[in-house]
């Protein structure tokens, strides 16, 4: 997607089907593409990630209008829907897949990102130290298509949607409805 208004976002907080769920809800957010970042081999598919591996994180790339969502409230809302005390862990996915992470796009995100964690541990917002992982955006590859919208696509048919992902999304019309679609 290439709009000169907008700006890219690539983040990893778990299973991508998660924070792609909760980040297309809120308004500014144009378009959300769940993928695979920093890993060992080009193209990996969902197995090979899966499988630990490849060093890959699931995540999305964020594509969305700073005229409407700053990158700051993108990562309040992001760290408001994982918990990024637990390394390479969100409750039952683990693995170095499923770390969290933010691969910043610019020295501006890699600023933001630091000063916003610092901002956090000092305040002691979470009961342990954030272990989220800050680095270079690499090369993203989309994953396959039908990780594309999973949530709207398959909120009926699959349990983890409801189970998993239904509380998260719950929570971000509570906490952030003023940012919502």
Not at 21 to 39: D, F, H, I, P, W
Not at 96 to 108: K, L, V
Not at 150 to 166: A, G, Q
């Amino acid at each position: 997607m290439k709009d000169n208004n907008l700006e890219v976002a690539t983040l990893a907080a778990g299973c991508f089907w998660c924070i792609e769920a909760v980040l297309l809800r809120l308004k500014g957010v144009e378009k959300v593409l769940s993928g695979y970042t920093a890993g060992k081999i080009k193209n990996p598919t969902y197995r090979e990630v899966c499988s630990g591996l490849t060093g890959h994180a699931e995540a999305v790339e964020v594509y969305f209008d700073p005229n409407i969502i700053s990158y700051e409230v993108l990562l309040k809302v992001f760290f408001s829907m994982h918990n990024p005390t637990t390394l390479n862990r969100q409750g039952g996915d683990i693995g170095t897949q499923y770390r969290s992470a933010i691969f910043y796009h610019n020295s501006e995100q890699k600023t933001i990102a630091e000063n916003y964690i610092q901002e956090l541990d000092a305040e002691k917002v979470f009961e342990d130290k954030i272990v989220t992982e800050i680095s270079p955006a690499e090369t993203f590859y989309p994953a396959e298509d039908y990780h594309q919208d999973y949530y709207n696509l398959n909120r009926e048919k699959n349990s983890y949607c409801t189970v998993v992902i239904d509380p998260k999304v719950n929570k971000i019309r509570k906490s952030y409805a003023h940012l919502l679609k």
